[in-house]
């Protein structure tokens, strides 16, 4: 009785979908259509209203025609991807056709070629740009500036990668004992006992989920504003993003652990911060240090790029040498870079392969 | 004769996804008792004890506690700390043993002493000296002490769940629950484990609460049966009775007594 209902529940739930999904994908072709026509940029950006109720039109109309077509047994793209499990089965039929002679076939292969076709206009590919003799010459002339060194300023490049490295330490290290705490709130088989805590879970994983979709560059702008250019800003940055993946990565490790050790601790009358710390955090710790020393070869990464934008280090050495287009100190200086990328890289494999 | 330790009246538990795992249970723990739970798998066994210690809560019915003739209390009302306390009282050792592999077999005895030690304290591993002393007494009872620094990772199956006997020990409890304690053991190892459980019944005079699979290790051991079935009860009584129809009754029609020895 109730599976029955559910069933049909969630055929309609899937029918909903496919009609938007091969709808969208109607309008989305029709559109590209018209671009290609002839539609200038101007004239997009001019009339947005207009073309979002055309958009919309269109949308409907292929929802419908979609419906009108898979009722009819010719099954679209959005049926492939939303059919419920029990319609699932494919008739001989079916599987004899090959998949460039089924409707969703030649559906999915036009839409990837009008896709390719107008992102290779977007992108204003060029080749014989790149093969144009002054160009040319012209990039020929800095690479070899670039791979000629000037290891005058090593010193000063050496000083500053440290300053980088160890800006990426502190932001990592501020980080973890924050991301630790936070772990176990944003866990959902912790918090998911009671309302109170459901809903600090929630919370918490909204407001990291944003902080964390808001890059590290802009965090860099953002604090470099409010606590000038220089090394601190690049840390403040870092340390945002930080805290927030470790939280992510860490509470993932948490929603993992295994129920007995758990269980065991709690029958023994202990609270439930005992029962967190002797049962859940052993389970833990291993993983912890792993992503932990993963996320300061991370940082090390992510501030060079934050120098660039006014986070202190090497990156802002970068910046100044490139602005005046010295190419032979900054050959020098990516050369520094890329050694400690490297061993940096070479550095964390090493100790997360140790502790597994 | 003395009153029972445990009182079970009209035990209902129904999960929030619908099941019915108890319908109805009501049956006595007498004190000093060994007794043994029976019945297929899924008729209820694990929820029952997971009652009586409150890692579950009961959807309606009583669990009357009598931890001292005369004084009595209803766990099934209880709420909040007095849920600790009462898991406290009631020692529950597991199939898979549920110890922190990792930590010593020392420090997994000790952790039946966090229920008594201010969370602070236990957090910076101050366990007292007294409580010390009792986790290395009761290895000792278990016949573990020289693994005392191995870690829990490092012994075996039978091994490791000596440990979790001490650790349900270091709490002091009154009752000890055992669910299924032999069921990933060798049939060998499942007999050392049983008497040191049979030991700790005569010689602590521990009542003790005990689900168990296997039809001859409960004549061996119990001193009273009861069975489940469906989350009913459909049988209390000594171990010696369970005759054919009963063993039919509790286990269906057609099916076979297996032995271990
Ligand atoms: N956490 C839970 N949520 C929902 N249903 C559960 C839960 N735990 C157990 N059940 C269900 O309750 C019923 C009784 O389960 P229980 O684990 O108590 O049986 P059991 O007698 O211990 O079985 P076994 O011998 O397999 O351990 C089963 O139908 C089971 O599926
Ligand atoms: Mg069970």
Redesign the pocket.
């Known amino acids: 009785m109730s599976q029955g209902s559910s069933n049909v529940s969630s055929e309609t739930g899937a029918a909903v979908r496919r009609s938007i999904l091969d709808g969208v994908v109607f309008a989305y072709l029709a559109f590209t259509l018209l671009a290609i026509l002839g539609l200038e940029e101007s004239e997009l950006v001019n009339r947005v209203p207009q073309f979002a109720m055309m958009f919309l039109g269109l949308s409907i109309v292929g929802g419908v025609v979609s419906l009108a077509l898979n009722a009819k047994g010719i099954k679209t793209l959005g049926w492939q991807i939303y059919a419920p499990p029990h319609l699932r089965m494919k008739s001989a039929e079916e599987l004899a056709t090959p998949i460039y002679k089924s409707f969703w076939g030649v559906q999915t292969i036009v839409l990837v070629a009008v896709t390719t076709a107008v992102g290779i206009k977007t992108t204003e590919i060029d080749i014989f740009k790149l093969l144009e003799v002054d160009r040319f010459n012209h990039a020929m002339r800095l690479f070899a500036q670039l791979f000629a060194p000037d290891w005058s300023i090593l010193p000063k490049a050496i000083v500053k990668v440290v300053e980088t490295i160890y800006i990426a330490f502190i932001a990592t290290v501020i980080a973890v004992p924050i991301a630790f705490v936070l772990s176990f709130l944003m866990a959902r088989n912790i918090m998911g006992g009671s309302k109170i805590g459901f809903a600090v879970y929630a919370i918490l994983r909204t407001v990291f989920n944003i902080s964390r979709s808001i890059e590290p560059v802009l965090w860099a702008i953002i604090f470099s504003i409010w606590a000038s250019f220089g090394p601190f800003a690049g840390m403040l940055a870092l340390l945002v993003h930080s805290v927030a993946s470790l939280a992510k990565q860490y509470s993932e490790i948490v929603e993992g652990i295994e129920d007995g050790p758990v269980e065991g601790i709690e029958s023994t009358g202990a609270s439930r911060l005992q029962v967190v710390w002797f049962a859940v955090v052993p389970q833990v710790v291993l993983p912890y240090i792993s992503y932990t020393v993963y996320r300061w070869d991370t940082n090390v990464r992510m501030a060079t790029i934050l120098g660039l934008v006014g986070g202190g280090g090497i990156g802002a050495m970068l910046m100044e040498y490139f602005g005046q287009a010295m190419w032979p100190q900054v050959g020098c200086i990516i050369f520094v870079i890329a050694s400690v990328v490297w061993l940096m890289d070479a550095f964390s494999s090493h100790i997360r392969a140790a502790i597994k | 004769m003395s009153e029972p330790i445990l009182s079970i009246r009209n035990l209902v538990k129904t999960?929030?996804?619908g099941?019915q795992?108890l319908k109805d249970v009501s049956f006595d723990v007498k004190r000093g008792e060994f007794l043994v739970i029976i019945?297929?798998?899924?008729?209820?066994?694990?929820?029952?004890l997971r009652c009586v210690n409150r890692l579950?809560h009961p959807t309606s019915g009583q669990i009357i506690y009598r931890p001292k003739e005369g004084s009595e209390s209803d766990i099934a009302q209880a709420e909040g700390a007095e849920i600790l306390k009462i898991r406290r009282k009631m020692g529950m050792i597991f199939q898979h043993f549920n110890l922190i592999p990792r930590h010593s077999v020392m420090d997994n005895v000790l952790y039946g002493a966090l229920g008594s030690t201010p969370t602070v304290k236990s957090v910076m591993g101050l366990f007292s000296d007294e409580d010390e002393k009792r986790a290395l007494d009761y290895l000792r009872l278990v016949g573990i002490e020289d693994k005392a620094y191995f870690r829990a990772a490092q012994l075996s199956g039978g091994q490791q769940q000596r440990v979790a006997i001490a650790r349900a020990l270091t709490q002091a409890p009154d009752v000890l629950l055992a669910?299924?304690p032999v069921a990933s053991l060798d049939p060998a190892t499942c007999h050392v484990v049983m008497d040191y459980l049979r030991k700790v019944n005569q010689e602590l005079g521990l009542t003790i609460v005990c689900?168990l699979?296997f039809l001859s290790l409960v004549r061996q051991y119990a001193t009273r049966v009861v069975a489940?079935k469906g989350?009913k009860l459909v049988y209390e009584g000594s171990p010696s009775e369970i005759n054919d129809s009963w063993f039919a009754q509790i286990y269906g029609e057609g099916a076979k007594e297996v032995h271990i020895n």
């Open positions: 999960y929030p996804n099941t795992a019945g297929l798998s899924g008729s209820g066994k694990s929820t029952l579950h669910d299924e689900n699979h489940l989350g």
